[in-house]
Structures are given as structure tokens and as C-alpha cells.
């Protein structure tokens, strides 16, 4: 699975966004346990390398944060 090196200032913004998204996830965990679509972002902030985990690789295509954005 060829995902792309990442520099140093791309992964400290990975690291912090991740960990800003599991407080997101900390914060929201009554409401977003409620459905099932969600339980798989539960163990996202604890994937050392998740450009490259099979479960997660389509997050981090540009189709699919260009969708996401748009639905924000």
C-alpha cells in the first residue's frame, strides 16, 4: 500500500488533529454511540499509521475529503 512519506510539520498537524479529534470523540460519545456508522472512527486516533490501514485509507483520499469538506 503505497501511501506517501509525510514530512515532519504534516505529521505533527496529524498528530494534533488526531488527538483534537478524539477529544471530539470523548466529548460526543453518548450521542455518536448511539448509531453504528460512527463506531469505527472510535479507534482512528489510535492508528500509528492510518494512511495506510486498510479500514481507514479512502479518509485520507482527496475525493474523500473533498466530499467531506462539503458536507461540513
Known sequence: ?????????????????????????EQKEIELSKTTEFLVYYTLPYIPNPRGHPTYDQLFKPECTKDLKEQL
Not at 500500500?1 to 505529521?11: E, V
Not at 505533527?12 to 471530539?24: H, R, S, T, V
Open 1 to 25: 500500500m503505497g501511501s506517501k512519506p509525510i514530512n515532519q510539520k504534516a505529521q505533527n498537524e496529524l498528530k494534533q488533529n488526531m488527538e483534537d479529534f478524539k477529544k471530539y470523540l
